[in-house]
């Protein structure tokens, strides 16, 4: 019977003689299966090797990022001033009603609640407008009337306009437009453009006479 080896008491030339030896015992299996397996196993490690770096590739890398992002992007929306149909003047959750300068909001509050008051319905249609909402529109003016010296005639340059600075909003219906052009001056409203029956501005104290309209075609 062979003897057993005691690892305790074993030198330093008879560890590494025993150690020796099982690796070679272990090499000599590992040529033992690869002859009975073949191509498999060496099919399956390199398979199992890909998927584990793709996995680790795929940890590594980071998240798409959305730092980039803006709101500037894309057509203009409610945080431009885009505002729903049916619109109040009391909906200030709304960017382009709560920009509006405050004097304005609350003349525009009080004339709307006069007319419903009387029966008239009264919605803003566009109030405050980023500058980038009004040129826009400036773009769509000028591809409808062919030149901009024209569409400056309806639609004014952002830096020009009183809707970005929040100080003109624009009513509908026609009834409501009609109430404010013969009543608003109460509330310090006046239509300011000839060319623009919709379009109000606080430009006098309540009660007082709205000064002339200006004609954008001078």
């Known amino acids: 019977m062979p003897k057993r080896r005691r690892c305790g ?3 330093r030339v008879g560890l590494v003689a025993m150690l ?5 015992a272990i090499r000599k299996r590992e040529r033992r299966l690869s002859a009975l397996a073949g191509p498999a196993v060496v099919a399956a490690v390199i398979s199992l090797t890909a998927s584990s770096c793709t996995a680790v590739s795929a940890q590594d890398d980071p998240p798409p990022s959305t730092a980039g992002a803006s709101s500037k992007s894309g057509p203009p929306g409610a945080a431009d001033g885009v505002l729903p149909d049916h619109t109040s003047a009391f909906d200030t959750s709304l960017p382009g009603v709560a920009n509006l300068d405050p004097a304005l909001r609350k003349a525009v509050q009080q004339a709307e609640q006069a007319m419903k008051d009387k029966g008239i319905s009264m919605q803003v249609t566009t109030g405050w407008r980023s500058k980038k909402y009004q040129q826009e529109l400036l773009d769509k003016a000028i591809r409808k009337y062919g030149s901009k010296k024209k569409a400056l005639e309806f639609v004014a340059e952002p830096d020009e306009s009183h ?6 909003v624009d009513i509908g219906p026609t009834e409501a437009d009609d109430w404010l052009i013969r009543k608003g001056a109460q509330f310090g409203l006046c239509q300011t453009l000839s060319n623009e029956m919709w ?8 009660g007082g ?3 002339p309209m200006t004609d954008p075609t001078d």
């Not at 020796?20 to 070679?24: A, G, P, R, Y």
């Not at 809707?163 to 003109?168: C, E, L, Q, R, S």
């Not at 379009?199 to 309540?206: A, I, Q, S, Y």
């Open 209 to 211: 006479t709205c000064p």
């Open 163 to 168: 809707h970005v600075t929040g100080h003109a």
């Open 199 to 206: 379009h109000f501005e606080l430009v006098t104290k309540p």
């Open 20 to 24: 020796t030896d099982q690796l070679v």
């Open 9 to 11: 008491n074993i030198g």
